[in-house]
């Protein structure tokens, strides 16, 4: 009797304890104040979640890091959340209210709406740290209104204002003069040693902008080492190539001409030669620029890409108000695309093209392609040789998705199903019925646009290939 007694005292005193932590614990975890304006409040919830401790490189651990188990228990951790997500970044746009990427806003967006971080574990030791009700919504209307302000380029209807993909312009300023030069070069295949390729060798216009190839290969049979992005709408990418080695599209058309296993030229100059031979060409040139050299033969080059958009597609007409322009399955593989979190990566106006993502985020998909790894695979490693980078691509972009298969870096994915399915195995870890496959599939059909006021197509694929 006097035992059980002491029993129920114990197990009392044991869950006063438990309350009053719970209560001091809510009490210590305040929102911040409504006197902040909405990223500075969004600022001080991710120092009170502690997200840099383990989302920064190298990670900010508290103290206690250096305890032996907890040492590694953190270290494993911190792998782990850096290859979803390094916030230092987007951090330090909040102190100034700067436009944080659209991939990091996604995500954080996520993380909050699902409750999934901070971890439970490190909420347990960090009072302050679990995201509340009221932090909660402060961020998430934080997150629509940083949306608004910066991502929303006023093409889509009202109720899309807040969607992560935004319609596509009809066309963006451009040099006209420039651009014509840009797009002779574009087809000249005096740009390569032999006289054989032009940059639409690779990228035809009149076949979605790329080969169709699983890798391209270049001058003389010289076999490429990756698969050729299309250069449609590739204006929106924040980098150029799966490496992001290019920061600009003329930057990148100085790449290809002189690339041994692409058009080999031996130099520049070897291009002007042969190009000043062309007395018509030189003249109209000159008329635009002062001199023909490098950085003028590719700054027209990128003028001319930025005329490569592909607007009108009916997703487009769709976003912008027109709600019949998509069936109801194409609706339903839109809905399922943001929802699976494919939208979080392949997000803004291009669906992509706005960040480096690591491939094989749930699953190991160099382990399971089953072939040796290339000096390709390294992704943007390959440029900074930083392990942060290993495995970490540009986000390809999914417009006009259906025309330029087959799919990845290595062009292993033959078919979209095959890509999306890959997708998300891979990035998702979720395996999903077949007839969601082919709503996302259906989906992604509806981004094909118009290029000059004609629907894209592409006599090589195997979908419009009979
Ligand atoms: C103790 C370390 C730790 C802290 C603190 C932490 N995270 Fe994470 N985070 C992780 C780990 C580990 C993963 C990977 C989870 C997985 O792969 O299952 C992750 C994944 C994520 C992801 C991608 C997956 C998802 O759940 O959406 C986002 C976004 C994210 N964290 C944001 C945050 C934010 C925002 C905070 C602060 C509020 C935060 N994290 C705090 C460890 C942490
Ligand atoms: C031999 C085939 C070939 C030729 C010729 C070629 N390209 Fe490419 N292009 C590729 C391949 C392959 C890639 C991807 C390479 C990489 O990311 O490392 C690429 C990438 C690009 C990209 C980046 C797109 C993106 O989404 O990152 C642009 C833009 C581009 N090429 C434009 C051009 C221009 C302009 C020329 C002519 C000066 C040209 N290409 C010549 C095969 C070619
Ligand atoms: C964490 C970011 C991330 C998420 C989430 C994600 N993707 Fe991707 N996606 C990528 C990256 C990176 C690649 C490039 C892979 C490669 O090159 O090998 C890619 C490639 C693709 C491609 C092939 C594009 C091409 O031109 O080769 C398709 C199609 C695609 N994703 C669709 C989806 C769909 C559908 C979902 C949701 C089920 C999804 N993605 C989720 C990052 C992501």
Redesign the pocket.
């Known amino acids: 009797m006097k035992r059980n007694h002491l029993f129920i005292k114990i197990v009392a005193a044991i869950l006063l304890v438990i309350i009053v932590l719970f209560i001091t614990a809510r009490l210590v975890n305040k929102a911040p104040s409504k006197e902040l304006s909405a990223s500075l409040q969004t600022k001080a919830?991710?120092d009170d979640?502690?997200?840099l401790?383990?989302?920064n490189d190298p990670p900010k651990f508290p103290w206690y890091a250096k305890l032996p188990v907890v040492k590694n228990m953190?270290a494993?951790?911190?792998a782990?959340?850096l290859?979803?997500?390094n916030?230092s970044e987007a951090y330090t746009t909040l102190a100034t209210n700067s436009p944080m990427g659209q991939v990091a806003l996604n995500?954080?967006e996520?993380?909050?709406t699902?409750q999934?971080?901070?971890?439970a574990?490190?909420s347990v030791m960090?009072w302050k740290?679990k995201?509340t009700k009221a932090k909660r919504e402060s961020l998430l209307s934080w997150a629509k209104g940083h949306r608004l302000t910066f991502y929303n380029n006023g093409l889509a209807a009202e109720e899309f204002r807040n969607e992560p993909v935004q319609p596509i312009q009809d066309s963006i300023p451009v040099d006209v003069r420039k651009v014509i030069l840009g797009e002779m070069l574009f087809h000249d295949v005096r740009l390569s040693l032999d006289n054989t390729l032009s940059c639409a060798s690779c990228h035809d216009l009149t076949t979605a902008g790329m080969d169709n190839e699983i890798v391209s290969d270049g001058v003389g049979g010289a076999v490429g080492q990756i698969n050729s992005p299309t250069v449609y709408n590739s204006v929106y990418n924040f980098v150029q190539f799966w490496d992001g080695r290019a920061n600009t599209l003329a930057e990148q058309a100085a790449g290809p001409p002189l690339n041994p296993i692409e058009m080999a030229s031996k130099s520049f100059d070897q291009i002007i030669e042969k190009l000043r031979q062309d007395k018509a060409f030189t003249k109209a040139f000159l008329e635009v620029y002062p001199e023909m050299s490098e950085s003028t033969i590719t700054d027209a080059i990128g003028e001319f890409e930025k005329t490569l958009l592909t607007p009108n597609s009916r997703f487009d007409k769709y976003l912008k108000g027109d709600l019949t322009a998509l069936s109801a399955q194409e609706i339903s593989g839109y809905e399922l695309f943001k929802s699976h979190e494919c939208a979080t990566c392949h997000s803004g106006v291009t669906l992509g093209g706005q960040s480096y993502e690591y491939l094989g985020?749930?699953q190991d998909y160099f382990a399971e392609r089953g072939t040796d790894i290339t000096e390709e695979d390294g992704g943007r490693f390959k440029q900074t040789g930083k392990q942060y980078d290993m495995h970490r691509f540009k986000v390809p972009g999914l417009r006009n998705i259906a025309l330029t298969e087959p799919y990845f870096h290595d062009g292993t994915q033959k078919s979209l199903e095959d890509a999306v399915s890959a997708m998300l195995k891979y990035q998702l870890g979720v395996s999903v019925p077949d007839n969601e496959i082919g709503d996302i599939v259906a989906f992604l059909k509806t981004l094909t646009g118009e290029y000059k006021g004609i629907p894209l197509t592409n006599g090589t694929t195997s979908s419009t290939r009979k």
């Open positions: 919830i991710i979640g502690g997200c401790a383990c989302h953190l494993s951790d911190a782990n959340a290859k979803q997500i916030l995500k954080i996520n993380a909050v699902h999934t971080m901070p971890p574990r490190f960090h740290s995201i985020l749930a």
